[in-house]
C-alpha cells in the first residue's frame, strides 16, 4: 500500500534560518513519482516538484532544494534562508506508475517569523 | 496559459440540499481529477477523468456524489442530499497525461449547515 507520512505538524523559524521538512513513503511499485506542493492561507495547491524513482539526483531550484533517498525511502525538502513569505503548509505526496492519483501526507504547517 | 478554475469558490448550503461544482481544466490537458480536503487533512482523491471517461472512483465517493465531464472539457461535482459531513475544500486538478504533473485550481469550500 502507497503511504506519505510527514512527521512534523508544525515548524515555527526564525526569517533567514534554514529550515528542512521531512517526508517519508511507502510504496511497492518500482516506478513512481514523488512531489511538494505548498499550500499558502489563500488556499490553492502550488505544484513545486515532481520527480521520477530512477531520478536521484537531488535538485536545487534558488532557495529551495530537495534530497531524494531511495535507501530511505525520504524525499526531504530545504528552504534556505527562509522569509516570510514561505509561510504555507507544504504537502509531499506520492504517485504510483500504475495508478495515477495523489496520495499526500497530512502536510507540514511552515511559520516564518520576522 | 489560464491554469485550473473553479466555480463557485465558496457555497453554503442546509444540510440535505444539492449543489454542483464546476471545474473548467488547463486547455489541451486530457486528465481531470477531483480530490477533497478535509481541515487540516491533505487532499484525498475522489474520482478522475481521461477526456469524457470516468477510470476510476474512490471510496469515498458514495452513491451521493456524481461526476461528470461530458464533453471532456470542464466537469461538475455533485453531492445530492449533503450531510454536515460533506464540509469540505473540493480541489480539481489536470494534467496533459497520464503520470504528469497535476495543476490544482483554487478549490471550492463547501460547509454544510
Known amino acids: 500500500a502507497q503511504k506519505v507520512t510527514q512527521a512534523q505538524t508544525e515548524i515555527s523559524v526564525v526569517e533567514k534560518e534554514d529550515v528542512t521538512l521531512d517526508c517519508v513513503y511507502e510504496?511497492?511499485?518500482?516506478?513512481?513519482?514523488l512531489f511538494w506542493y505548498k499550500q499558502p492561507p489563500s488556499g490553492e495547491l502550488v505544484f513545486l516538484i515532481r520527480r521520477n524513482s530512477f531520478d536521484e539526483q537531488n535538485e536545487i531550484s534558488g532557495r529551495y532544494s530537495w534530497n531524494f533517498q531511495k535507501s530511505t525511502s525520504s524525499f526531504n525538502f530545504t528552504i534556505t534562508a527562509s522569509q516570510v513569505v514561505d509561510s504555507a503548509v507544504y504537502f509531499c505526496?506520492?504517485?504510483?506508475?500504475?495508478?495515477?492519483?495523489?496520495?499526500f501526507g497530512k502536510g507540514t504547517r511552515l511559520h516564518i517569523l520576522p | 496559459d489560464t491554469g485550473v478554475s473553479q466555480d463557485p469558490r465558496h457555497k453554503i448550503t442546509k444540510r440535505g440540499q444539492n449543489v454542483t461544482f464546476r471545474c473548467d481544466p488547463i486547455?489541451?490537458?486530457?486528465?481531470l481529477y477531483w480530490y477533497r480536503q478535509t481541515l487540516g487533512q491533505g487532499p484525498e482523491f475522489l474520482t478522475y477523468f481521461q477526456n469524457e471517461a470516468q477510470l476510476e472512483k474512490s471510496r469515498l465517493l458514495s452513491d451521493r456524489f456524481s461526476a461528470e465531464r461530458p464533453k471532456g472539457s470542464f466537469s461538475t461535482l455533485e453531492i445530492q442530499r449533503t450531510e454536515q459531513g460533506d464540509s469540505a475544500m473540493y480541489l480539481c486538478?489536470?494534467?496533459?497525461?497520464?503520470?504528469?504533473?497535476?495543476?490544482f485550481g483554487p478549490g471550492t469550500r463547501l460547509t454544510v449547515l
Open positions: 486547455s489541451e490537458h486530457n486528465r
Open positions: 505526496a506520492l504517485s504510483e506508475d500504475r495508478d495515477d492519483k495523489i496520495i
Open positions: 486538478a489536470s494534467s496533459f497525461a497520464e503520470s504528469d504533473t497535476q495543476y
Open positions: 510504496t511497492r511499485d518500482t516506478t513512481y513519482y
